[in-house]
């Protein structure tokens, strides 16, 4: 198994671009989540989805929307990025079923993204 | 705003030391907390995890201790080695779908 993995690694944006990264899972999970990473900061929940075509907004959601066509891909989009979202940003997955609360959370390793 | 935080930024210890990683919060209706580990340009890997109704769990060189009456909670690695070096994270699962608040990590720095 792959676990998560998540594209591409690195990107450089001009302000008012658009661009998606993708995350996908090969373990089946149900939750996935999206967080950013500002430097000497912990992770931030942007969106998180808990199946199929549901999607949700964590605690930092303006400037994103997110898309969970398939079970196994959570897309994260900038529709006109910003430099204030040059971040690192992680997708994690979770297996969670029954609304269990102690499943661990599998991370990606991370997409860097700046904003020019 | 409740928050989980961290008390030092970058901890020092020597190979062979053991090492004490703090982490403070601040709602009292926390009882799921986790220890994740980040090393350079990786994602988060979970080390172990408390619930509210324990007071210390231990795993393969690293003991989590739960102290509910002052709301602090404490990540031990026993003979630290020069793998460990990275960025610890603890992290608060506040229920409903599993999601995550995390503090602002340590770096815990092994020198031989």
């Known amino acids: 198994n792959a676990g998560v993995t998540q594209t591409p690694k690195f990107r450089v944006l001009k302000t008012g671009q658009s661009m998606t990264l993708l995350c996908a899972q090969d373990m089946n999970h149900e939750y996935m989540y999206w967080y950013r990473q500002d430097p000497g900061m912990g992770l931030r929940l942007i969106h998180y989805?808990?199946?199929?075509?549901?999607?949700a907004k964590g605690e930092v959601p303006d400037g994103y929307n997110v898309s969970r066509l398939k079970k196994q891909n959570f897309l994260l989009g900038l529709e006109s990025a910003a430099p204030s979202q040059t971040s690192v940003y992680f997708c994690a997955s979770t297996l969670t079923l029954q609304g269990a609360r102690t499943d661990t959370q599998y991370f990606g390793p991370g997409t860097r993204l700046t904003v020019l | 705003g409740e928050s989980v935080g961290l008390h030092l930024p970058t901890l020092s210890v020597q190979e062979g030391d053991n090492s004490i990683i703090n982490c403070a919060y601040s709602?009292?209706?926390?009882?799921?907390f986790i220890w994740y580990k980040q090393e350079s340009g990786k994602g988060p890997q979970f080390i172990i995890d408390?619930?509210?109704?324990?007071d210390k769990r231990q795993g393969q060189r690293v003991t989590v201790l739960l102290n509910k009456t002052v709301k602090h909670l404490s990540l031990q690695i026993a003979a630290t080695q020069p793998g460990d070096s990275a960025v610890y994270f603890c992290?608060?699962?506040?229920?409903?779908?599993?999601?995550?608040?995390f503090g602002a990590g340590t770096r815990l720095a092994v020198h031989p």
């Open positions: 989805s808990v199946g199929e075509g549901t999607t």
């Open positions: 408390i619930r509210s109704n324990m």
């Open positions: 992290a608060e699962n506040r229920g409903g779908y599993n999601k995550l608040i």
């Open positions: 709602n009292s209706a926390s009882d799921y």
